[in-house]
């Protein structure tokens, strides 16, 4: 016996909702601090923030941003 079409479309649209669930969940986990640093040829490396080398970017950074407000003052 087939499936009711109110039920079919109820499926489908619930489906819908739990990949976009997911989606979500996925984002707030991936939207952490972190520095990319990108090299000759195409290459990148992500450091997170609480690696050592991404800490020392995050100062780093940091520091530029001081400098370069500073000097439009």
């Known amino acids: 016996m087939p499936a009711k079409p ?3 479309l109820l499926d489908r649209v619930s489906g819908y909702a739990d990949e976009a669930a997911a989606f979500m969940r996925r984002r707030r986990i991936s939207r ?3 520095a990319r640093l ?3 040829h195409g290459r990148s490396a992500d450091h997170a923030e609480d690696s050592r080398s991404g800490a020392e970017l ?3 950074a940091g520091r530029l941003i001081e ?3 500073r000097k439009k003052s």
Do not use: E, I
């Open 38 to 40: 990108y090299y000759p």
């Open 58 to 60: 995050f100062v780093a």
């Open 32 to 34: 952490r601090p972190f």
């Open 67 to 69: 400098v370069a407000g």
């Open 6 to 8: 109110h039920r079919v």
